[in-house]
């Protein structure tokens, strides 16, 4: 063997997305946290409390809020969070532009 060592590619974080199960850089997915201050987006993924990872994508919005995403958050969505969720999935499109 060589005394070189081989470079070492940085090691990047990888997050499953709870609405298509895809497994993504965690940078490429959005978090949304439950905390303190109830259930909302964290879009720079530091906000303590427990998260769940979903993709910018209409279509995994919709699978997600339709039951794996409070299941990985491990609640029962309140109307107000859901109608919130809601409508930031609304702001999405059904998929990404190349």
Do not use: F
Not at 27 to 48: C, F, W
Not at 53 to 59: E, N
């Amino acid at each position: 063997m060589s005394p070189r060592r081989s470079r070492r590619r940085k090691h990047e974080p990888q997050r499953t997305c709870v609405g298509c199960r895809q497994v993504l850089a965690k940078q490429s997915l959005i978090r949304v946290v439950h905390g303190q201050g109830g259930v909302r987006i964290d879009l720079t993924g530091k906000a303590p409390g427990r998260g769940a990872y979903v993709h910018d994508l209409r279509s995994c919005w919709e699978k997600a809020l339709k039951g794996s995403l409070p299941r990985s958050l491990k609640i029962e969505l309140t109307d107000e969070a859901h109608q919130e969720l809601e409508a930031y999935m609304n702001s999405l499109t059904d998929e990404q532009n190349g």
